[in-house]
């Protein structure tokens, strides 16, 4: 294992996350760790097997779920291949354990599914010499049921307990209820029924607290759960021993002879409610990741010894012919052969409108046929299909820590010891110098600073709004490759953009032709026979408008000048105003040429037996939406550059249709890195927008590089951000989402630290001396709840995100 992502269950607050990150840091042979709360994930690098790290987890007192599935085995015979299919198996890091049924023919795997799939245990069945057939809830998301399985046993919980203490306040509140006394109940009996609703909320409804306390001391630490197991304790203990022995309670001086089992059975059910509503918010911040992952379907239709059969999509291998009808979702990526038809890849590109798909054109798994059936050969399957590709980047995005980040880990790491420290100051400051009843004051202003610090809302600020933000660029096809990307580029000043393919369409177009139609077909049919990008521009502008293009009889192409052919026995040249002239050939009208260069464009002249008969001007044409996109980013206040290999003269032509002022022409890739580089030692941080290929230099020296283009053929692996479609107008989105994103989190983290540094202090009776002014620890519960929830939930407030 190199690099591996796992989810784990257990983590109830920031030092919960802290306590694994340092654990798993210090486990030999791993070379970083790091966790994050909001997405419930531990990711390390190292040499560790998965058991390996899966057994450090468990050490630190949590726990990483696991899937036990059976499998049909074709093949086995005997004993001895029952044991080859269990050895092959059990090679597969992240196999936890093989159990092989010969008669049943089955086999039984216990294993991570964010480390294994399906496709890597056939494939060591099948080295073996055996197949394995996959069963239909194969694609079953475990970490997603886990939390549904957490969620219900959250609500279980939060109803018996919300139960009993409502009878526990009744009964705590009786004779006031009651206009005669004549059930009137004594002190003691009233405190024993009290005791008795009670004690199941404080151990079974509140176990999930305490048991996380005692995992967390058998390792020297403490977090939020010891807070609330203490704090729930004292006042549970307390009240127990006023209950069994009041005679010793009436006669010690500052206290009053009371119960406060009602306080220890609301902190646990508020607290209780809080991690309900937080856990049910955080469910919605990961939307975008399971709408992603719904748009494959469980099975594929393809074509088998002449027959179409529907077949488990993980059975579907490179090279089938599958088979899409209307309506139904493309199963994997693959090339159309048969038939066309409209699809919808608006999940995966954020394009809203169809884009149509004909033979010999690609299609990307997940999208939606909305027309026409045709018949596609697959050309990657499984974990390579562009959309598991997607989803495999955004979930690791979703899990790494910006710098931002690495503050609120700091804090949160002393934070709950510190708590501690202020809880025990001040139950002796109330003890000693407190009014009477002093020791009871003393203990509730101890359970009420207990219960009111928040290391949750700390921890959950920075993670929460980068899994929203990360998954609402992932709606708009934008694939942001992790935190530090997502806040480097609100701090971007410039944005630089290639031109070729960027701003433009990196395909050339005919957009002149000045002559006679008859002249255009003799030119079109002379480029038939080449292979250069403006030959066959000039062919497909011909064919557009109905010429006849025909095979030339004779051909002969000069390397950077133009063709000479014989078509329909005339003599046909088309190139440059200098090859012309080497073939005696008179050019007139040079200031049109030299009119339609300074546009940007490139002229071919036309010349049929010795006399110039028109001229063809081609341009790779700027894309429609390039203007907006520069001047979106310019009211953004971002200075945008161009920068490109071609001449001046075409790049200072482009500049000026699209409103760039700074142009940087003729540059190698080498020169743009040059160039980036250049412009960061101006003190400026420099975004690099490319076709993450050509530019690779460019996009690496970057603060952030951008890559641009349709999702199947971008190298998504080029650049900190991939934008899946071709539209430069996403360069400004991903930059909007970008501050917006650092906007909610600055709120967040400004919420998180204001209510401990304001809360902490009232809950401790600092402003009692001068406005009499206490906290019940009740109340600090409820505030306690709130605080994460309204953390999440203004997260949450991201998935409103439009870009303007």
């Given at each position: 294992m190199e690099k591996v992502t796992l989810p784990v269950f257990g983590m109830s607050c920031a030092s919960c996350a802290g306590k694994l990150e340092r654990h798993l840091a210090g486990v030999a042979g791993v070379r970083q760790a790091g966790v994050n709360l909001a997405t419930a994930q531990a990711t390390v690098e190292g040499g560790l097997t998965i058991p390996q790290l899966m057994a450090a987890v468990?050490?630190?007192?949590?726990?990483?779920?696991?899937?036990?599935?059976?499998?049909?085995?074709?093949?086995?015979?005997?004993?001895?291949?029952?044991?080859?299919?269990?050895?092959?198996?059990?090679?597969?890091?992240?196999?936890?354990?093989?159990?092989?049924?010969?008669?049943?023919?089955?086999?039984?795997?216990?294993?991570?599914?964010?480390?294994?799939?399906?496709?890597?245990?056939?494939?060591?069945?099948?080295?073996?010499?055996?197949?394995?057939?996959?069963?239909?809830?194969?694609?079953?998301?475990?970490?997603?049921?886990?939390?549904?399985?957490?969620?219900?046993?959250?609500r279980t919980r939060l109803l018996w307990g919300a139960v009993?203490?409502?009878?526990?306040?009744?009964?705590?509140?009786?004779?006031?209820?009651?206009?005669?006394?004549?059930?009137?109940?004594?002190?003691?009996?009233?405190?024993?029924?009290?005791?008795?609703l009670v004690t199941p909320v404080q151990f079974w409804?509140?176990?999930?607290?305490?048991?996380?306390?005692w995992l967390s001391a058998?390792?020297?630490?403490a977090n939020m759960n010891t807070l609330v197991t203490v704090g729930t304790f004292s006042a549970y203990l307390y009240s127990l021993a006023v209950m069994l022995f009041p005679s010793f309670f009436q006669q010690a001086k500052g206290v009053v002879l009371d119960v406060y089992f009602e306080t220890a059975a609301s902190i646990i059910v508020l607290i209780l409610l809080g991690r309900f509503l937080e856990a049910r918010a955080k469910g919605r911040t990961s939307q975008a990741i399971r709408r992603l992952m719904g748009l494959q379907p469980r099975t594929a239709r393809v074509i088998r010894k002449g027959k179409e059969v529907d077949i488990p999509i993980a059975l579907v291998a490179v090279g089938d012919q599958v088979v899409v009808r209307p309506g139904e979702k493309v199963p994997?990526?693959?090339?159309?052969?048969?038939?066309?038809?409209?699809?919808?890849?608006?999940?995966?590109?954020?394009?809203?409108?169809?884009?149509?798909?004909?033979?010999?054109?690609?299609?990307?798994?997940?999208?939606?046929?909305?027309?026409?059936?045709f018949v596609m050969t697959a050309s990657?399957?499984?974990?390579?299909?562009?959309?598991?590709?997607?989803?495999?980047?955004v979930r690791q995005a979703q899990g790494a820590k910006p710098a931002i980040a690495r503050l609120a880990d700091q804090i949160a790491a002393w934070f709950v010891p510190a708590v501690m420290a202020i809880a025990t100051v001040t139950f002796l400051v109330w003890w000693l110098w407190g009014p009477q009843p002093s020791l009871t004051y003393a203990l509730l202003n101890f359970v009420a600073v207990l219960i009111i610090a928040c290391p949750c809302a700390l921890g959950l600020a920075t993670p929460t709004s980068i899994l929203v933000g990360i998954g609402k660029g992932a709606e708009h096809g934008i694939l942001i490759r992790g935190g530090d990307a997502l806040e480097t580029a609100h701090k971007l000043s410039v944005v630089v953009f290639d031109k070729t393919g960027t701003v433009t369409k990196g395909k050339p177009e005919v957009t002149n032709w000045l002559g006679e139609d008859a002249a255009l077909a003799l030119a079109a049919s002379a480029e038939k026979r080449s292979e250069h990008p403006l030959a066959q521009a000039v062919v497909q502008y011909a064919q557009g408008l109905g010429l006849p293009v025909v095979e030339p009889e004779t051909f002969r192409s000069v390397t950077g000048r133009g063709v000479e052919a014989r078509v329909d026995g005339r003599r046909v040249l088309v190139g440059s105003s200098r090859f012309l002239a080497e073939n005696q050939v008179t050019v007139e009208n040079r200031q049109q040429v030299e009119a339609l260069e300074e546009e940007g464009k490139t002229v071919m002249l036309v010349a049929v037996d010795g006399l110039l008969q028109g001229m063809i001007a081609v341009a790779d044409a700027i894309r429609p939406e390039s203007r907006q996109a520069v001047t979106t980013l310019q009211s953004m206040g971002l200075q945008v550059v161009l920068l490109t290999g071609d001449n001046q003269r075409t790049a200072q032509a482009i500049a000026r249709q699209l409103g760039i002022e700074k142009v940087i022409a003729e540059a190698t890739p080498a020169d743009k890195a040059e160039q980036v580089a250049l412009l960061q030692q101006e003190g400026k941080k420099v975004a690099m927008v490319g076709d993450?290929?050509?530019?690779?230099?460019?996009?690496?020296?970057?603060?952030?590089?951008?890559?641009?283009?349709?999702?199947?053929?971008?190298?998504m692996e080029a650049a900190s951000i991939t934008l899946m479609t071709s539209d430069p107008r996403s360069v400004a989105t991903?930059?909007?989402?970008?501050?917006?994103?650092?906007?909610?989190?600055?709120?967040?983290?400004?919420?998180?630290?204001?209510?401990?540094?304001?809360?902490?202090?009232?809950?401790?009776?600092?402003?009692?001396?001068?406005?009499?002014?206490?906290?019940?620890?009740?109340?600090?519960?409820?505030?306690?709840?709130?605080?994460?929830?309204?953390?999440?939930?203004n997260a949450l407030r991201l998935r409103h995100f439009q870009p303007s």
């Amino acid at each position: 294992m190199e690099k591996v992502t796992l989810p784990v269950f257990g983590m109830s607050c920031a030092s919960c996350a802290g306590k694994l990150e340092r654990h798993l840091a210090g486990v030999a042979g791993v070379r970083q760790a790091g966790v994050n709360l909001a997405t419930a994930q531990a990711t390390v690098e190292g040499g560790l097997t998965i058991p390996q790290l899966m057994a450090a987890v468990q050490d630190a007192g949590f726990r990483v779920p696991t899937v036990t599935v059976t499998l049909p085995v074709q093949g086995m015979a005997g004993e001895a291949c029952a044991q080859r299919v269990a050895t092959a198996l059990q090679g597969i890091d992240g196999v936890l354990s093989v159990q092989v049924n010969l008669a049943a023919g089955e086999a039984t795997v216990n294993y991570v599914p964010e480390a294994v799939t399906f496709e890597m245990l056939q494939k060591s069945v099948q080295q073996a010499g055996y197949d394995l057939s996959p069963v239909a809830s194969d694609d079953t998301d475990v970490a997603e049921v886990e939390r549904q399985r957490e969620y219900r046993s959250l609500r279980t919980r939060l109803l018996w307990g919300a139960v009993l203490t409502g009878l526990t306040m009744v009964v705590m509140h009786w004779d006031m209820m009651l206009k005669d006394h004549t059930h009137h109940l004594g002190q003691q009996v009233n405190f024993f029924l009290q005791w008795l609703l009670v004690t199941p909320v404080q151990f079974w409804v509140g176990w999930g607290f305490h048991r996380g306390t005692w995992l967390s001391a058998r390792h020297g630490t403490a977090n939020m759960n010891t807070l609330v197991t203490v704090g729930t304790f004292s006042a549970y203990l307390y009240s127990l021993a006023v209950m069994l022995f009041p005679s010793f309670f009436q006669q010690a001086k500052g206290v009053v002879l009371d119960v406060y089992f009602e306080t220890a059975a609301s902190i646990i059910v508020l607290i209780l409610l809080g991690r309900f509503l937080e856990a049910r918010a955080k469910g919605r911040t990961s939307q975008a990741i399971r709408r992603l992952m719904g748009l494959q379907p469980r099975t594929a239709r393809v074509i088998r010894k002449g027959k179409e059969v529907d077949i488990p999509i993980a059975l579907v291998a490179v090279g089938d012919q599958v088979v899409v009808r209307p309506g139904e979702k493309v199963p994997v990526d693959g090339v159309i052969q048969e038939g066309e038809s409209s699809l919808d890849e608006s999940l995966m590109t954020g394009e809203s409108m169809p884009v149509t798909r004909r033979a010999g054109e690609s299609v990307v798994g997940g999208s939606i046929n909305l027309e026409g059936g045709f018949v596609m050969t697959a050309s990657r399957v499984g974990r390579e299909t562009v959309l598991a590709r997607i989803v495999h980047l955004v979930r690791q995005a979703q899990g790494a820590k910006p710098a931002i980040a690495r503050l609120a880990d700091q804090i949160a790491a002393w934070f709950v010891p510190a708590v501690m420290a202020i809880a025990t100051v001040t139950f002796l400051v109330w003890w000693l110098w407190g009014p009477q009843p002093s020791l009871t004051y003393a203990l509730l202003n101890f359970v009420a600073v207990l219960i009111i610090a928040c290391p949750c809302a700390l921890g959950l600020a920075t993670p929460t709004s980068i899994l929203v933000g990360i998954g609402k660029g992932a709606e708009h096809g934008i694939l942001i490759r992790g935190g530090d990307a997502l806040e480097t580029a609100h701090k971007l000043s410039v944005v630089v953009f290639d031109k070729t393919g960027t701003v433009t369409k990196g395909k050339p177009e005919v957009t002149n032709w000045l002559g006679e139609d008859a002249a255009l077909a003799l030119a079109a049919s002379a480029e038939k026979r080449s292979e250069h990008p403006l030959a066959q521009a000039v062919v497909q502008y011909a064919q557009g408008l109905g010429l006849p293009v025909v095979e030339p009889e004779t051909f002969r192409s000069v390397t950077g000048r133009g063709v000479e052919a014989r078509v329909d026995g005339r003599r046909v040249l088309v190139g440059s105003s200098r090859f012309l002239a080497e073939n005696q050939v008179t050019v007139e009208n040079r200031q049109q040429v030299e009119a339609l260069e300074e546009e940007g464009k490139t002229v071919m002249l036309v010349a049929v037996d010795g006399l110039l008969q028109g001229m063809i001007a081609v341009a790779d044409a700027i894309r429609p939406e390039s203007r907006q996109a520069v001047t979106t980013l310019q009211s953004m206040g971002l200075q945008v550059v161009l920068l490109t290999g071609d001449n001046q003269r075409t790049a200072q032509a482009i500049a000026r249709q699209l409103g760039i002022e700074k142009v940087i022409a003729e540059a190698t890739p080498a020169d743009k890195a040059e160039q980036v580089a250049l412009l960061q030692q101006e003190g400026k941080k420099v975004a690099m927008v490319g076709d993450g290929i050509n530019d690779a230099p460019a996009l690496a020296r970057a603060d952030v590089g951008i890559a641009i283009g349709r999702g199947a053929d971008v190298a998504m692996e080029a650049a900190s951000i991939t934008l899946m479609t071709s539209d430069p107008r996403s360069v400004a989105t991903a930059i909007q989402l970008s501050r917006a994103t650092m906007v909610n989190i600055r709120q967040n983290l400004f919420w998180a630290f204001a209510y401990n540094v304001i809360l902490i202090p009232l809950a401790a009776g600092v402003w009692y001396p001068w406005f009499h002014i206490l906290l019940s620890p009740v109340f600090a519960a409820a505030a306690m709840g709130l605080s994460s929830v309204t953390v999440v939930s203004n997260a949450l407030r991201l998935r409103h995100f439009q870009p303007s």
